[in-house]
C-alpha cells in the first residue's frame, strides 16, 4: 500500500516538472520593460501594424480597439479584418476610426482566421506586424515590451493571462494549463528550440513574415500561429513563446459552459498531437495522478464515514490530494486569475476538462470537422 501511495505521489509530482520551479517569471512578459531602447521609442511604435481578424466580435472590438489607440508608442495603424460578421463587428471599426478590411468570400482550401490574417497582412504598411485577436486586453506598453522580446529578429508568440469575470470560466483552468505545458517553454525537461507556440498573440517583422511564407503557407491550419512560428523556425529564424502576465490577458468564452466546450473542443485535440511528446507523457501521468488522488480521498472519506476508519490510509490519502491541489494550483496561477476553490475542488474542473478533450477527439481524429462560430471546419 505504501509504494502505492509514493507511486501515486510521483505522478502527481509530473506537474512541476510541465510548469517548472520558477521559469513561469523568466517566461513572462514581465521580465521585460527594464531597458531603454533607443531603437525601439517611438519610431519603433509607429511602424508597427496591428492586425486583429474579426468575425462577430462587435462586444470584445469595443474594449479593445481604445486599449489598442491609447498605447504608448502608438502603432502606426490598426487594421480590423472583418471575416464575414454578421453583427455590428463593422460599425465598431469604423466607429473607432481604425482601418477595415473586408475579407471577402474564403476560398477553397483556407481556413477563416488565416484568410483574414492573411488581408490584413497584406493591406499593412507597417515594417512590423502584430497579430492579435479580438478577445485579448493589452497594456499599454505592449508593443515596446514585444519589440524587446523579438530581439533582433525571428517572431513572438505569447498566451494571455485569463482575467476570470464569471464562475463558469473557472472551468477553463485545466485547457489553459494544458496550452502553457504543452507548449514546453515553462518545463526543466523540454527540449530546447523546439517550444510550442501561441496563438493569441503573433508579432513579427514583415520581411520574416514573407520570408516564412505567411498565413498562406499554413492556409488550411486550425492552429494558424503555431503553426505559422513552425514555419519560422523551419526557416532559420528563432521563435520565442511568453506567457501574457499583467502585460496581455483576455476574457475567453464568456457565454458559459457550453461556450468554453465549443470554443475548447475545436483545438484541444489538435494542439495535443502537436505537442512535445515528453511534455504531453507528463501531462497524461500528472492528470492521472490528480485522477487517483480524487478517488482515494472519496474512498477513504467513504471508509471513515461508514465507520471503518483506517487512520494512516486517511492521512495519505488527503496527503496526496493537498499535493494535487497545490500543484494544480502552480499551473493555475500562472495561467490565469483563478479562485481557490477552482485547485481546492480541482476534480471537478478536471472531470470537465476530460469530457470536452474527448468530445475534441471525437470531433478532429474521427469525424474529421470541427465547428466554430458559424463555419464547420475540415480538419482532414
Not at 30 to 55: C, L, N, Q, W, Y
Not at 100 to 112: H, M
Not at 296 to 302: M, P
Not at 312 to 323: G, H, N, T, V, W
Amino acid at each position: 500500500m505504501w509504494m502505492g501511495w509514493i507511486w501515486q505521489g510521483l505522478l502527481i509530482g509530473c506537474g512541476l516538472l510541465l510548469i517548472g520551479w520558477g521559469r513561469g517569471g523568466r517566461n513572462s512578459l514581465d521580465r521585460f520593460g527594464s531597458k531603454t531602447f533607443a531603437s525601439a521609442g517611438s519610431s519603433t511604435g509607429m511602424e508597427i501594424s496591428v492586425i486583429v481578424p474579426a468575425r462577430d466580435e462587435e462586444a470584445n472590438l469595443e474594449e479593445l480597439l481604445p486599449l489598442l489607440q491609447s498605447m504608448v508608442p502608438a502603432p502606426r495603424e490598426i487594421i480590423v479584418v472583418d471575416d464575414g460578421s454578421s453583427d455590428g463587428t463593422r460599425q465598431s471599426a469604423v466607429s473607432r476610426g481604425v482601418a477595415l478590411v473586408e475579407a471577402g468570400r474564403l476560398p477553397a482550401g483556407w481556413q477563416g482566421k488565416a484568410w483574414a490574417c492573411a488581408q490584413g497582412a497584406d493591406a499593412a504598411a507597417g515594417s512590423r506586424l502584430l497579430f492579435l485577436d479580438a478577445d485579448v486586453r493589452p497594456a499599454p506598453d505592449l508593443l515596446r515590451l514585444l519589440a524587446e522580446a523579438a530581439g533582433e529578429g525571428g517572431c513572438v508568440t505569447v498566451q494571455p493571462y485569463h482575467r476570470i469575470g464569471s464562475a463558469a470560466e473557472h472551468f477553463s483552468a485545466f485547457f489553459n494549463a494544458a496550452v502553457l505545458a504543452g507548449s514546453g517553454r515553462f518545463s526543466p525537461v523540454a527540449r530546447r528550440g523546439r517550444e510550442g507556440s501561441f496563438g493569441p498573440c503573433l508579432f513579427c517583422s514583415r520581411d520574416e513574415y514573407r520570408m516564412a511564407g505567411g498565413h498562406a503557407s499554413i492556409r488550411g491550419e486550425v492552429l494558424e500561429n503555431d503553426r505559422l512560428a513552425a514555419r519560422f523556425r523551419s526557416a532559420g529564424m528563432p521563435c520565442r513563446a511568453y506567457a501574457g502576465g499583467s502585460r496581455l490577458s483576455f476574457r475567453m468564452y464568456e457565454g458559459g459552459l457550453k461556450a468554453i466546450a465549443a470554443g475548447w473542443a475545436k483545438s484541444i485535440a489538435l494542439g495535443a498531437a502537436s505537442a512535445q511528446k515528453r511534455m504531453l507523457a507528463l501531462t497524461i501521468l500528472w492528470i492521472s495522478g490528480l485522477s487517483g488522488a480524487a478517488i482515494g480521498a472519496v474512498s477513504a472519506a467513504a471508509k471513515a464515514v461508514s465507520g471503518q476508519p483506517q487512520a494512516a490510509e486517511l492521512a495519505a490519502c488527503l496527503f496526496l490530494y493537498a499535493l494535487a491541489a497545490w500543484t494544480c494550483r502552480r499551473a493555475f496561477r500562472l495561467a490565469g486569475s483563478f479562485s481557490v476553490w477552482t485547485y481546492a475542488l480541482y476534480p471537478l474542473g478536471l472531470a470537465y476538462f476530460c469530457g470536452v478533450f474527448a468530445y475534441g477527439l471525437y470531433r478532429s481524429f474521427v469525424r474529421r470537422r470541427v465547428s466554430w462560430k458559424g463555419r464547420d471546419i475540415d480538419v482532414a
